[in-house]
């Protein structure tokens, strides 16, 4: 039973309110205020309650973020106590506080050795903002500032801000002027779509290859980084092919162009492993981090450098006129220190590799590998997609497959789970803390929804 957050206001006041004043993100305000948001008031383990007492099985960790679950008493704890000793001061110029010096020595000794440092910011968005930057930087001090093109991947998201948009290949976002010059994409390994009859292996080459064509086109001198997410999350949860990364790798060296994984959404144990680009086996130059950082209780985010970057940066580079007001946040970083010591000592990176995340993968092999709607099912850890097709021999997707999915979505909010409709998958990502009861939760309602599906498709 959950009382209201503010007995003296119901739904409908929370709604109006709501529409009076406030823009959501990635939504038609119009329809949105006709019809009312969802009014969240409590949250405990994957579970959360809104206004009226519904509850919903969170399959999306928020939006990817929440890794240690909802209701955790002690980062609410470290958040209070470093509110109360040092709640702010900033990483300008010559002062540093204890906070954000114990997360750096925390996080690198989760790294892998071959990175050094890291610059905070409070958004994965400014993150890559950051990342930008930094690219540029870096080929300027060694005296090449004509390399400052970045490609990423059409449909891969990287924030909202205005160069993670241009690096991102969301072209709905770029035609609303998110666009800029020295930013190109190449396509994503979509095989189940794009592989046609070639096999996964080859499609994979044949994607990380679209690499090197755009290298030579632009011209290696003129390119700064390849940026992307190892498996592509909002724009699909798209895992390539085995032969991919190996072969971007080996193109990026070939020519000189720094390797950038974008980790917000892999980082910080979602396949099992610390990162992302750890599960697929290669080795960027940068990592991109927020979301589960923090477990998003509080805005955090960075960019990860590898020595041999840091110490151009470092050693070379002299001043770099970059700062945030909040970079570092010593509420944050304290929150972060709480949030990785839990995901370390309670062992939940090495659940999700050896227990849940095997247990989440296995049950939505049983129960959907036979299903109608259901042509493809990847992931790994903690973090799946089911591709809906029409045909399954053929690969044929339905024509209004956008459509198919977001019904999905909305019937597995009436039935209280929370997972998420991309083109033609729905996907989802549980919190990190999952039992093998919420894992069967979450699978015997994505099979309610998409039984309900089915059968209003006839
Ligand atoms: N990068 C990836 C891969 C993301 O999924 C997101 C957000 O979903 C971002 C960057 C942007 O992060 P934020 O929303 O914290 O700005």
Redesign the pocket.
Known sequence: MTLPQNPTRTTRDYQALDAAHHIHAFVDQKALNAEGPRVMVRGEGLHLWDNEGKRYLDGMSG??CTNLGYGRKDLAAAATRQLERLPYYNMFFHTTHPAVVELSELLFSLLPSHYSHAIYTN??????EVLIRTVRRYWQILGKPQKKVMIGRWNG?????LG?TALGGMGFMHEMGGMLPDFAHIGEPYWYVQGGELTEEEFGLKAARELEAKILELGADNVAAFVA?PFQ??GGMIFPPASYWAEIQRICRQYDVLLCA?E??GGFGRTGEWFAHQHFGFQPDTL?I??GLTSGYI?M?GLVLSKRMAEVLVEQGGVFAHGLTYSGHPVAAAVAIANIKALRDEGVVSQVKNDSGPYLQQCLRQVFEGHPLVGEIQGTGLVAALQLCEDKPSRKRFANETDITWRCRTIGFEEGLIIRATGGRMIMAPALVATRGDIEELVSKTKLALDRTAQELG
Do not use: R
Request: no cysteine; net charge negative.
């Open positions: 939006l990817w958004s994965g968005s400014e993150a890559n998201y990287h924030g909202s801000t993670s997410e999350g909002a974008d917000v959404i991109t927020a979301k805005p985010g």
